[in-house]
């Protein structure tokens, strides 16, 4: 928040600031946030809740990201995702409930021509087969540490 | 940094360049990246080390190719040579043949009239400079025309230039820039905002991401020249979250420029000020309307107002604001480089250079591509698309994203234009072209976008917040064979009144997929909703469900 | 410097100044345009869309609460189109909420209600959506019943215009946004309201009540607006 000079404008990026650190935006850093920026609790709840790209619930230890964009719609994702649906019990936006995996869906990621495209813990995978996608988080739940 | 530094700057890395026998280029943009190509670049490093070749032959990172599906690609220069699907293991034979004739095995013919037919104006370095360096642009001309423009232009001269060269928003309406530019110009105001929407977020659409990717000087030149001829002096590029390459690299893109005396004070040692800094989208559509992005970059909820007043009277903290796409950003310094003449002579009569499309979907050669207003859709998907695969038949080309339409088998011959486009009820959009075989159910298209909009509506305005609501479960009653035709005649209303009264171009653009799929497959809504089947075999209609029915 | 121009409403000439909307002019020369999200006192933001009108020469329908009036500007307020549309959005409100008038609070003293009659609807040919939204009581003065919500945003635009605390928002977005008090939290639990009630009184609906008051008992006042404006105004401009 230093960073940007306390001003209120720079709400957006304080947010990302948090989440990047911690992973989610929980009620206290909000709080927080609004102290030091000085603006009013409901609107930064309210910027909190708009966009997608912030969430209010902490992840899972891995991530799995299914792009829904049209180009990866058109070439199977729906497939990919209902084949994660069914294997992993999530929906999207879901975790598992020992907190290992957690099922995200994308409007789109930018990598079309690769579709359809899924990312694990940030890792992108091109042209993604539904049994391969399954097989990854398979290794992810049954990893003990 | 004045003209005589900046060209010295170029005449040093020229020369520094040519120290090489060999110059290879392995492409590091999000779609070679995913393909492992950092390690494709680490065995090259590696083979060319022990071969001891590091003073005759450099490997360096190089942009977007375009055709994703073949990465890892690596360009070896000066013969031009394009390999295709590298792997590390590669790295000792492509460094061995360098100077006997290229290896077969590597280079793929079939692709060649993907990168034959296309027109490289925006994309013209594509793969031979390093977008981590500014000298690598600068050796390529780079920021020339800004100091052009600085030191031998008035600001006047620069937007007549610009309107001169017919240049339009590529962001998809294509209002023309020019005009754009001059009204802002004439605003009076102590500060000026420019800003780049960089906030790309039609789905199958990633032009923008590769332009910011590989070309983060060149977007940061353009808006110079736009700050310097409509007299801003802060500006904002607002870039999607999801692309974090891109803002990594339009991050470091700016600190160079600002070492380099090409952004900051006194550029070019003019009395010009530029200030430019990034903000980040966070996941929302319809940030990229562009009163909703000035909300977004002012910290709130990006919700858009009515218009007027436009950005260009009251945009960012209520200052005259010049608002342009990537792209258009991306033609502006060629242009005052090269006379509007030189881009005028590329394109049609009122759509003036190239466009960049994202070529996805049900093709061949799925990618990035280039190509002057004008040419065929039938060009683009046969030609350089390499036509369907597996011998389907070709129904229909979605241009426009969310807000655009489907046009079937019978314009395939209609040039790509803005107006030609529209036309035919769709329009170019930012450059999204996803193709659809006869496996494609179009009622399920539609509903794909009309899912995507309801989802990404704001919330603001009645129609778009619940018309947009309404017709999706419309069109999820048809897909499920649970519709009547009194649900089709309510559709169509729905779509005529939320197009009329929407607030922002969300709303007014989230009928446009079904009145563009009624328009060319009215059939298949009817075999929906009468027959009770998917022609396509897409949506899932049950016995049971048609029984009832 | 603001200019005086002449226009035409309805084909009937009127004239007024250019900082004044097309709202402002028609009212002044009693010519009815329908709005609910627009309050006198408040700022506009356009959301309803019931104040479009249509303008000679702008194949685009634009708000009259916002936009101001130009020069030679020849403005239509109703035209079988308009009034079509302004059905439907009426509609579509009934159909996104839960609105049982007869037992609302607001029964015979609603905007909403008053504007089914206005623009003549009798019945609703839209699916009715059902949400599942939340009520709450949990303040000792008011309640806030979020099924009778429409969205219109005059409780946050007065809670932050007016009273200055800006304890109501909005979150999410689309068809799932909902007001929202501070963190999202019950009325009553509020570490900012100051229980002004401003919010009760501008509220259209039925959605923000006084405790205690029964099926068709509420009637609201948001006339103290405007008053409470000018007199702010007078004060900072001696």
């Known amino acids: ?145 | 940094m004045n003209t005589e530094e900046l060209h010295q700057i170029a005449i040093d890395e020229q020369t520094r360049q040519r120290q090489y026998k060999h110059r290879l280029f392995v492409c590091m943009g999000t779609g070679c990246l995913a393909a492992h190509s950092d390690q494709v670049k680490q065995s090259l490093e590696a083979e060319v080390e022990r071969r001891e070749l590091k003073g005759q032959c450099q490997i360096a990172s190089g942009g977007c190719q375009g055709l994703c599906v073949a990465g890892p690609m690596v360009t070896v220069e000066p013969q031009g040579t394009l390999y295709q699907h590298v792997q590390p293991q590669d790295a000792a034979e492509v460094i061995e043949t360098l100077d006997q004739s290229p290896i077969e095995r590597l280079q793929d013919r079939t692709t060649e009239s993907f990168f034959q037919r296309q027109t490289k104006v925006v994309l013209n370095l594509a793969g031979r400079v390093d977008p981590e360096r500014i000298e690598d642009y600068i050796a390529a001309d780079g920021y020339s025309a800004l100091l052009k423009a600085l030191t031998e232009m008035t600001p006047a001269e620069v937007i007549e230039q610009i309107t001169a060269s017919g240049l339009r928003g590529r962001g998809g309406a294509g209002y023309p820039a020019g005009l754009k530019w001059s009204t802002v110009g004439k605003a009076r105001s102590e500060h000026k905002y420019v800003i780049c929407n960089g906030d790309e977020g039609d789905p199958g659409a990633f032009m923008d991401r590769s332009v910011m990717e590989d070309y983060p000087h060149r977007i940061i030149e353009g808006m110079a020249i736009a700050a310097y001829a409509v007299g801003a002096d802060n500006g904002y590029i607002y870039v999607r979250a999801e692309y974090p390459l891109a803002v990594k690299r339009l991050g470091l893109a700016i600190r160079q420029a600002q070492k380099h005396g090409l952004l900051g004070n006194n550029i070019g040692g003019t009395s010009f000020n530029f200030h430019l800094e990034i903000r980040m989208g966070a996941g929302a559509f319809v940030c990229g309307e562009e009163t909703a992005l000035i909300a977004s970059i002012e910290g709130g909820r990006g919700v858009p107002r009515p218009r007027p007043p436009y950005p260009a009277a009251s945009g960012v903290f209520g200052q005259p604001t010049l608002i342009n796409n990537v792209e258009t950003f991306a033609n502006v310094a060629q242009i005052i480089a090269r006379g509007s003449d030189w881009f005028t002579g590329i394109g049609t009569e009122k759509s003036k250079g190239t466009k960049i499309f994202a070529l996805t979907g049900k093709i061949n050669n799925s990618g990035l591509i280039e190509v002057p207003m004008g040419i065929t859709l039938r060009e683009i998907i046969y030609d350089i698309g390499g036509g369907i695969p597996n011998d389907r038949s070709f129904k229909a080309v979605q241009t426009g994203g969310p807000s655009g339409g489907c046009m079937p088998t019978e314009y395939l011959d209609i040039v790509v234009d803005y107006e030609s486009l529209q036309k035919a009820g769709s329009h170019m959009g930012s450059g999204g072209m996803i193709v659809m075989d006869e496996t494609s159910c179009m009622v399920d298209v539609a509903k794909y976008f009309m899912e995507f909009c309801m989802t990404e509506s704001c919330g603001k305005c009645v129609p778009c917040r619940v018309g947009t609501a309404q017709m999706y479960d419309l069109l999820n009653k048809i897909t499920h064979g649970e519709a009547t035709l009194d649900d089709l005649a309510m559709l169509e209303k729905l779509c005529g009144m939320v197009r009329a009264t929407s607030l922002c171009g969300l709303g007014q653009g989230a009928p446009i997929p079904v009145l563009s799929t009624l328009r060319y497959f009215r059939d298949e809504y009817l075999a929906h909703i009468v027959d009770k089947h998917c022609p396509a075999g897409v949506c899932n209609i049950t016995a049971a469900e048609r029984t009832t029915a | ?238």
């Open chain 3, 1 to 238: 410097m603001t200019n005086v121009v002449t226009l035409k409403i309805n084909d009937r000439d009127v004239s007024g100044r250019d900082d004044e909307t097309i709202l402002e002019i028609a009212r002044q020369n009693a010519i009815f345009i329908p709005t609910l999200c627009h309050l006198d006192g408040l700022g506009d933001i356009g959301a309803c869309r019931l104040c479009l009108v249509e303008i000679k020469g702008n194949n685009k329908l634009l708000p009259a609460c916002v936009v101001v009036v130009q020069e030679g500007m020849e403005i239509l307020t109703d035209s079988p189109r308009l009034a079509e549309y302004r059905q439907m959005i009426v509609q579509m409100l009934f159909a996104e909420g839960n609105h049982v008038c007869s037992v609302c609070v607001s029964n015979g003293h609603c905007e909403l209600q008053d504007m089914a009659h206005t623009v003549q609807i009798d019945h609703i040919d839209l699916a009715y959506q059902y949400p599942k939204r939340e009520v709450d009581a949990s303040h000792n003065l008011f309640s806030l019943d979020r099924n009778r919500c429409i969205l219109c945003t005059r409780c946050v635009r007065v809670c932050d215009e007016i009273e200055g605390v800006h304890t109501w928002d909005l979150m999410g977005r689309g068809i799932q946004s909902q007001v929202i008090i501070d963190m999202n939290q019950p009325w009553g639990t509020s570490d900012t309201c100051t229980s002004c009630g401003k919010c009760v009184q501008v509220c259209p609906t039925g959605a923000l009540f006084e405790k205690g008051k029964a099926v068709a008992e509420m009637t609201k006042n948001p006339a103290f607006l405007p008053y409470l404006v000018s007199m702010r105004e007078s004060k900072k401009s001696p």
């Open chain 1, 1 to 145: 928040m230093r960073h940007h000079g306390f001003s209120s404008e720079a709400l957006i990026e304080t947010l990302h600031t948090i989440q990047s650190t911690f992973g989610y935006l929980d009620l206290e850093a909000l709080r927080f946030v609004a102290g030091n920026l000085r603006l009013p609790l409901s609107r930064v709840y309210g910027v909190a809740t708009f966009y997608n790209f912030f969430t209010m619930k902490p992840q899972g230890e891995h991530v799995c990201v299914v792009c829904l964009g049209t180009a990866c719609y058109i070439k199977g994702s729906p497939d990919v995702l209902e084949a994660i649906e069914r294997f992993s019990h999530l929906t999207p936006g879901e975790t598992t409930p020992d907190k290992k995996v957690s099922l995200v869906i994308a409007r789109c990621l930018g990598t079309c021509g690769l579709a359809p495209v899924a990312t694990f813990d940030g890792e992108l995978a091109g042209k993604i087969e539904p049994m391969q996608a399954t097989g990854k988080i398979e290794e992810w739940l049954n990893f003990e540490h």
